[in-house]
């Protein structure tokens, strides 16, 4: 199955605001993780977030963390942070459960 992908107006931004090369590590990493298998777990990769409804999972590219959705073939993407502040962006933008 293929997934459509679609970034939030925050995301766009986030996208915008990263350098040339980290926009198309990450154009390129959506594509390969995220439009066939957005769900599939592993350790290196993907984790599902356990105790927030939304986002649901995350994408973790080098320093970059990408948090997104899955609804029925979507793959919405919510935000693409870097590291040092991925942990702020969730307190923030997270709804826990």
């Given at each position: 199955?293929?997934?459509?992908?679609?970034?939030?107006?925050?995301?766009?931004?986030d996208l915008e605001k990263l350098s040339a090369?980290?926009?198309?590590?990450?154009?390129?990493?959506?594509?390969?993780?995220?439009?066939?298998?957005?769900?599939?777990?592993?350790?290196?990769?993907?984790?599902?977030?356990?105790?927030?409804?939304?986002?649901?999972?995350?994408?973790?590219?080098?320093?970059?963390?990408i948090f997104y959705d899955i609804r029925e073939?979507?793959?919405?993407?919510?935000?693409?942070?870097?590291?040092?502040?991925?942990?702020?962006?969730?307190?923030?933008?997270?709804?826990?459960?």
């Amino acid at each position: 199955m293929v997934y459509e992908i679609i970034l939030a107006p925050e995301a766009m931004e986030d996208l915008e605001k990263l350098s040339a090369r980290w926009r198309s590590t990450v154009r390129e990493a959506l594509d390969a993780h995220l439009r066939h298998q957005p769900a599939l777990e592993s350790r290196s990769r993907i984790k599902r977030l356990r105790d927030f409804r939304r986002p649901q999972y995350r994408l973790r590219m080098d320093e970059i963390r990408i948090f997104y959705d899955i609804r029925e073939q979507t793959v919405e993407v919510l935000a693409i942070v870097p590291k040092s502040q991925a942990a702020a962006w969730l307190e923030e933008a997270g709804e826990t459960q």
